[in-house]
């Protein structure tokens, strides 16, 4: 047979005329034949299976990895992708898969398989694949997922650090529907501040429906410690958290005299009580104090507009922030508007840079409004100016602070420790080679108290507080034409630059030792080469503005809360002066 195949071969092989239309046939079905086995060899031949540390060896290339399914997000862009990203960890490391025209997945912790092609782009390095196969498992694979309570957590947090888990609890604030990234607390009562135990719990894709804060809910995730923050957290998926649609939302009444801690019921739904006027450039609810909030009424609230206009109203709505006209509006149509935005923590705009600093970087256009707290003082400006926010109003165990540029002017100072409610968007900074926070625009909120300085302290100490308000203890002094405020009995002092007409220096009050209020500032001392304090703005405490300092009525046995103690007419003051 071998050489009659021999025979074949050769004369396939000779220039004979004859057999050329023959031999062309045949080498044609050879190499039809070639190409098959090639295809059949392509498609079952089986990836290789490779450990997340070692994919830098198969770059441009399909490997399988075995892993656990701990994290995954759906269009992580918010850009409309048919895409998922899910973070797989086999022990050896973690890896993103960039799936597209994904299908079904399994709960968090299950343990996967997934197929993509190994790609590196400027030092980053991921798995991409397309369709429904690229994530495989097994019923075994899924994760028999304990259910424990908060305090269970709370005794051992340990025992459980990497673990499959499953909470029930109840919502510290509300969650947003479109938000793929989020944060919040789940708490053990459905009033945040009545909670005995809380977990913080961190949402790594949206959920589709609005969560109402208090709402109860179960959630199933893997507990982790997050040593930036130093707390324990657990990872859950927005599309998992099941909802007790049993169990009743209590819905607060916002307090008109309040309206600087409305932030903390940003995006929930809220009732609002007040006079309701309408008007050609929109509805307004009037309330006894604070500014109008804006209306968007539902289309039913439109059919009943003639017959409430000017009525006592009591609404409904979800509490939202209209960056178009820099206001808080109540939302009863629940319309999608790119101007409506439910505030968010800057905790979580923290986080998100944290995490995924690259996609916050991505769309620069992107805006974000977050409530936040400043850092430092910052004084009026003609110009815009560097600052940073932070994410609690006093310095804590593990705060963190972001680069901010604020626009100006301003016709006041911004305080450390104040609240504020920014519209901002990420951009990278050249010049720091870090990632900054722009304000577009902002709404200011409670300042806080200012600070009591001792003279103890000493100059260092006083160092944190400069620029703030500031309170302490002096004896106003004279020296030159010079002011100076002195430590009684010492020989400490700091210059003091006091306001128009103030009431800290006229003879009633000079040569008392008194609790002055002003501004702490540095400055140069020309004589001496050096820098000084200054208590710039300053007066002593006046608390009903009668003239008379709260020192001088506490020892002159009046009352600081009125004009007129006794009530006959004449002011506290001038009774004081009558008794001089």
Aim: with cysteine; hydrophobic share 35%; glycine share 8%.
């Amino acid at each position: 047979m071998a050489d009659g195949l021999k025979g074949f071969l050769a004369r396939l092989s000779t220039d004979d005329p004859e057999t050329n239309g023959p031999r062309l046939w045949v080498m044609f079905a050879i190499s039809l034949f070639l190409v098959a086995t090639l295809n059949w060899y392509a498609m079952v031949r089986e990836p290789s299976i490779v450990d997340v540390d070692e994919l830098t060896d198969y770059i441009n290339e399909v490997v399988k990895v075995e892993g656990q399914l701990i994290s995954w997000v759906e269009d992580p862009y918010n850009s409309g992708d048919d895409r998922l990203d899910a973070i797989i960890d086999d022990g050896t490391g973690v890896v993103e898969l960039r799936w597209y025209r994904p299908a079904e997945l399994p709960p968090i912790g299950t343990n996967v398989t997934v197929i993509g092609d190994v790609i590196e782009y400027e030092g980053r390095m991921w798995l991409q694949a397309l369709g429904a196969g690229a994530m495989n498992w097994d019923k075994d694979d899924i994760p028999n997922a304990p259910l424990l309570s908060i305090s269970d957590v709370a005794i051992e947090p340990e025992a459980y650090d990497g673990e499959v888990i499953q909470l029930t609890g109840f919502l510290s604030e509300s969650i947003a529907p479109d938000v793929s990234f989020n944060s919040a607390y789940l708490g053990d009562h459905p009033t945040y501040g009545n909670s005995e135990h809380q977990m913080h719990m961190t949402m790594h894709s949206s959920t589709g429906e609005w969560i109402e804060s208090g709402s109860k809910v179960t959630v199933q995730g893997i507990l982790s410690y997050q040593q930036r923050d130093l707390r324990w957290s657990i990872h859950v998926q927005g599309p998992e958290i099941l909802l007790d649609r049993n169990h009743p939302v209590e819905i607060p009444l916002l307090d008109w005299a309040g309206q600087s801690t409305w932030m903390y019921q940003a995006g929930s739904t809220v009732d609002v009580a007040g006079i309701l006027s309408i008007e050609e450039e929109g509805w307004w609810l009037s309330g006894s104090a604070g500014s109008p909030l804006c209306v968007l009424p539902s289309d039913e609230d439109m059919s009943n507009a003639e017959q409430w206009d000017g009525l006592a109203i009591q609404m409904r709505g979800r509490l939202v922030w209209n960056t178009a006209i820099s206001s808080w509006c109540l939302d009863k149509g629940g319309s999608v508007n790119t101007d409506l935005t439910a505030t968010s923590s800057i905790d979580d705009l923290l986080l998100l840079l944290s995490a995924n600093p690259s996609a916050a970087l991505e769309d620069s256009s992107k805006r974000y409004v977050v409530s936040a707290y400043m850092k430092y003082s910052l004084e009026p400006s003609v110009e815009d100016e560097g600052s940073y926010f932070v994410d609690s109003p006093g310095y804590t165990p593990g705060w963190t602070s972001i680069a901010v540029t604020i626009p100006g002017p301003r016709s006041s100072w911004l305080e450390a420790g104040q609240e504020i409610i920014a519209n901002v968007s990420v951009a990278w900074d050249d010049e720091n080679m870090r990632a900054e926070l722009l304000v577009h625009e902002y709404s200011e909120g409670q300042k806080a108290n200012p600070m009591n300085l001792l003279w103890s302290d000493g100059a260092t100490n006083w160092g944190y507080d400069k620029n703030k308000i500031v309170r302490i203890n002096g004896l106003a002094e004279e020296e030159n034409g010079t002011w100076y405020l002195s430590e009684p009995g010492s020989e400490k002092r700091i210059l003091l630059q006091t306001v128009n007409n103030c009431i800290g220096l006229d003879e009633l009050h000079v040569g008392t030792a008194m609790t002055w209020e002003g501004r702490l500032r540095q400055v140069e001392d020309s004589s001496s080469l050096s820098m000084v304090y200054t208590l710039n703005d300053a007066d002593v405490d006046d608390n009903d503005n009668d003239g008379l300092s709260d020192a001088l009525e506490s020892a002159f046995g009046t009352s600081s809360n009125s004009e007129d103690t006794d009530g006959d007419g004449t002011s506290d003051r001038q009774e004081y002066i009558d008794q001089s």
